[in-house]
């Protein structure tokens, strides 16, 4: 110090004297866990019923559907899609709403993968 002020360079350099760099570790993002979404069979949902709700609901083609639903049929159950939770959740409400206001006791659940 001259005179009792600082030396601009002092000022320059204390400011950048602590080289340390600070690094924050990242930590891996988990992919969300996916949910199956099944329909299950009954002895009262006629089979064109449930063709039309997985063409309706699930994007599915007919012929497609068909198989689906003859395997539910034939197994008493079948994975119709695969999705996040919140999807899922919403497929098996979504049809199970429709079910239900057809009077139709088609069930759909889902479970974790």
Known sequence: MVNGMANK?????????DTSVLVKKRSKLKKPPLY???LLN???TPM????HVLEKFFAIG?????QIMLTVHKKGIAVVGVYS???????????MDYSRKNQHPLQCTMEKE
């Open 36 to 38: 199956k979404v099944l």
């Open 48 to 51: 064109e019923f449930v063709v």
């Open 62 to 66: 007919h012929e497609k559907a068909v």
């Open 85 to 95: 939770h919140d999807i899922a959740e919403t497929k098996v409400t979504q049809v």
């Open 9 to 17: 360079d002092d000022d320059i350099n204390n400011d950048f004297s």
């Open 42 to 44: 009954d002895d009262f």
